[in-house]
């Protein structure tokens, strides 16, 4: 996992430095543009799979989202960066990540989510009548292994799915789960 860590921040440095080249001449709306064509997407393609790795390897990946904040608000390297993640309203590499699990636990629901995905996760059915029943909640399997078992895509997605609440699982639509989602997640980071 730290070589995937490795070429998504090798390769996303590179662009923000391509990007802090030009970007004296470059509105800070056009700036914005510029690093989520080019520097966000390398964040976020394939980050289900980062669930559950070190914080060291997490933190790693930040950096590059703080570089990439600083370069667009024009700030300095020492900055404190939480007030500008929060007023480009982007959410950390962690919720992120949670926010991507989220919605494919509720593509799950839906019954939208691709069946090499939808194996892998079981709805939680009580064997008698309980209250839990009726909350839209995931199994979470046992684990043998403590570090390479929680890591995993079917430990991952229940544990996050169970721990929403009730108001964001019971969206009525894709589009409204996601508002509900990124305001709970923004929430949790931010305050």
């Known amino acids: 996992m730290s070589r995937q860590v490795s070429h998504i921040c090798s390769t996303s440095f590179l ?28 964040i976020d393609y394939c980050n289900s799979l980062l669930a559950g790795i070190s914080t060291d390897q ?36 962690q919720q992120r990540i949670q926010y991507k ?15 090499y995905l ?29 570090s390479a078992g929680q890591r995993s895509f079917r430990f991952q997605v229940p544990t996050l799915w169970n721990s929403l609440p009730l108001a964001v699982r019971q969206s009525p639509s894709l589009p409204s789960f996601k508002i509900k989602l990124k305001t709970h997640l923004y929430k949790s980071a931010f305050y």
């Not at 990439?68 to 024009?74: D, G, N, S, Y």
């Not at 699990?101 to 629901?109: Q, R, S, V």
């Not at 309980?130 to 403590?146: G, I």
């Open 58 to 93: 997490l933190s790693r990946i930040q950096r590059v989202q703080n570089s990439a904040a600083k370069v667009i608000l024009r700030k300095k390297r020492r900055d404190h960066v939480t007030p500008l993640l929060n007023h480009l309203h982007w959410l950390p590499v």
């Open 118 to 146: 939808s194996s892998k996760l079981t709805k939680y059915s009580p064997t008698r009548s309980l209250r839990s029943s009726s909350q839209l909640l995931l199994t979470v399997p046992r684990t043998k292994l403590k």
């Open 101 to 115: 699990l989220g919605t494919l636990a509720f593509n799950f629901f839906r019954g939208t989510l691709p069946p």
């Open 15 to 42: 662009e923000i430095r391509r990007v802090a080249k030009i970007r004296r001449f470059l509105t800070k709306k056009a700036a914005t543009q510029l690093v989520c064509a080019r520097v966000t997407p390398r």
